[in-house]
């Protein structure tokens, strides 16, 4: 197909267009903070992402590390068109204003050698960490978080346990000890193993928790926002304003600033009503 492209056109479809939002409202946000997108792995939601990036306009987008995956990308790459749409929507919030800076993450800190360079791409800023003041007055320090494992020695088992884990484990164990009684070994309980496991890792994410507000609180900061455990969460922490935007491979979330100031969490799955049980959407079809 050809597409007689219009010299004057605007390089991205301009945001009235019904394109990925659902809703009749297209909102307008203060600030919005992303993190741990892993672009470039299987496991990142790009079709989720895109169509939330793609259903607001913001005044500020900071992208809070681990966006693209770069240890994965040396070993395998997975790109496909909604990986490329994600990148052009974050261009597009560029283009119209929005001020976009890149926080590099573990993941992605191949881009860590370039922040002495005071790169700019596109409209994309690139810095270690940064600084917001909100609407209504509290600076919140922004970082990826990635520099407190030393104190969170489970973080990244995290991404793996869950609920199911658990309850897989019970049905493991069941045969487990089926198999070990009738060898004439004793029980032994892997569900407590599995227990133990899920409390060291609540345990982690306490530290985690704690040690980034720690460090915003010694440095006189009303709050932190922060990624890297892929656990989102909006809660005082010893009186500093503890804010984890989660992340787009499990949990599909964001934190959003609206204009009077007001901090909100969003559950792009829960909102929108999506599955993750849906076949992922590779490429950019028209709306019907
Ligand atoms: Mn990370």
Known sequence: ?????????????????PDECAGPARPTYRAVFISDCHLGTRGCRSDFLAHFLGSFSTEHLYMVGDIVDGWRLRKSWYWDEMHDEVVKLVLRHASQGARVLYIPGNHDEMFRDWL??????????????????????????????????????????????????????????????????????PYWSLSQWAKRQVKEAVKAIDRFEEALAGEARRRHFDGVVCGHIHHAEMRMVDGVLYLNTGDWVESCTALVEHHDGRLELIDWVALQRLSFFAPRRVSVSEPA
């Open 1 to 17: 197909m050809v597409r007689h492209m219009n010299a004057f056109s605007p390089p991205f479809s301009p945001p009235q267009q």
């Open 116 to 185: 002495s360079l005071g790169l700019e791409i596109g409209g994309v800023k690139l810095a270690a960490e940064a600084e917001h003041t909100t609407a209504d007055g509290k600076r919140l320090l922004i970082i990826h978080g990635d520099q407190f494992d030393s104190v969170v020695r489970y973080a990244k088992f995290l991404a793996f346990l869950g609920d199911w884990a658990y309850t897989t484990a019970l049905n493991i164990n069941r045969w487990f000890n089926a198999v070990r009684r009738a060898l004439g070994y």
